[in-house]
C-alpha cells in the first residue's frame, strides 16, 4: 500500500492535455518537493518534474506540474506517442523520514 | 557527463546477503552536494526508497528495511554500495543506484538498474 496515491491509469489521443494526480498527506505533499519520474519498459526512471513545478534541462515544456496542499498534479499539454510509459509521483516523508513513491499511473495514447 | 552503473550478483539464495555496488564516472561521491541513493522496483511493481547516503558517512534507512540494511562508501574507488541480509522472495527486484540533491530532495541521475533474483 502506497503512502502517495495515484490512478493506475490514464489515456487521451494525440493533442489531449492529460493529467495525473498524486494524493498525499500533510508528513509528504504538504510541505515538501514534489517529484515526477517517467520510466518506460525496460528502462530506469528519469527525472520529469521536481519541487512541484520545475522541469529539468531537456524535458519538454509540455510537461508540468502543480500542486494544492495534499495533492499534487503532472499534466501533459499536446499529448505525443512518444508519451506512453508509466509515471510516478514522490515526496520526501517526515514522518517515514524517507521518501515514498506513488504506485504509478500508465499512460496510453489511444 | 555522469555515469552510474550497478553491479552485483543476478541470483542469491534464500537467506543471503546481497551485495550491490554502484560506480560513479564523471562526478565525485565525496560531494557536499550530493546523497547516494538506492532504489527498487519488483517485477511490475513500483518504485521503493532503500536508503542513501552521505559522503560524510551519514546515512537514512527505509524504516521497513533497516534492520536488515547497511550503506557504505569508498571514495577512494568513487562506489558506494548496498548489503541487504536475510533474502526473501520479496527482496526479488530491480535495483538501481541514484544521485540525489542535497537541498531538493530529488534523485535526478539513475543508474540503468540491476535484476536480483532470490531463489534457491
Known amino acids: 500500500q502506497s503512502v502517495l496515491t495515484q490512478p493506475p491509469s490514464a489515456s487521451g489521443t494525440p493533442g489531449q492535455r492529460v493529467t495525473i494526480s498524486c494524493s498525499g498527506s500533510s508528513s509528504n505533499i504538504d510541505g515538501n518537493a514534489v517529484n515526477w519520474y517517467q520510466q518506460f519498459p525496460g528502462t530506469a526512471p528519469k527525472l520529469l518534474v521536481y519541487?512541484?513545478?520545475q522541469r529539468p534541462s531537456g524535458v519538454p515544456d509540455r510537461f508540468s506540474g502543480s500542486k494544492s496542499g495534499t495533492s499534487a498534479s503532472l499534466i501533459i499539454s499536446g499529448l505525443q506517442s512518444d508519451d506512453e510509459a508509466d509515471y510516478y509521483c514522490?515526496?520526501?516523508?517526515?514522518?517515514?523520514?524517507?521518501?515514498?513513491f506513488g504506485p504509478g499511473t500508465k499512460v496510453t495514447v489511444l | 557527463q555522469l555515469q552510474l552503473q550497478e553491479s552485483g550478483p543476478g541470483l542469491v539464495k534464500p537467506s543471503a546477503t546481497l551485495s550491490l555496488t554502484c560506480s560513479v564516472s564523471?562526478?565525485?561521491?565525496?560531494?557536499?552536494?550530493?546523497?547516494w541513493g538506492w532504489i527498487r522496483q519488483p517485477p511490475g511493481g513500483g518504485l521503493e526508497w532503500i536508503g542513501s547516503i552521505y559522503y560524510s558517512g551519514n546515512s537514512y534507512y527505509n524504516p521497513s528495511l533497516k534492520s536488515r540494511l547497511i550503506l557504505s562508501l569508498d571514495t577512494s574507488e568513487n562506489q558506494f554500495s548496498l548489503r541487504l541480509r536475510s533474502l526473501t522472495a520479496a527482496d526479488t527486484a530491480v535495483y538501481y543506484c541514484?544521485?540525489?540533491?542535497?537541498?531538493?530532495?530529488?534523485?535526478?541521475?539513475w543508474g540503468q538498474g540491476t535484476l536480483v533474483t532470490v531463489s534457491s
Open positions: 514522490s515526496a520526501w516523508d517526515d514522518s517515514v523520514i524517507g521518501y515514498v
Open positions: 564523471g562526478d565525485s561521491i565525496n560531494s557536499s552536494s550530493h546523497y
Open positions: 519541487n512541484d513545478n
Open positions: 541514484a544521485r540525489e540533491l542535497v537541498t531538493m530532495y530529488v534523485f535526478d541521475m
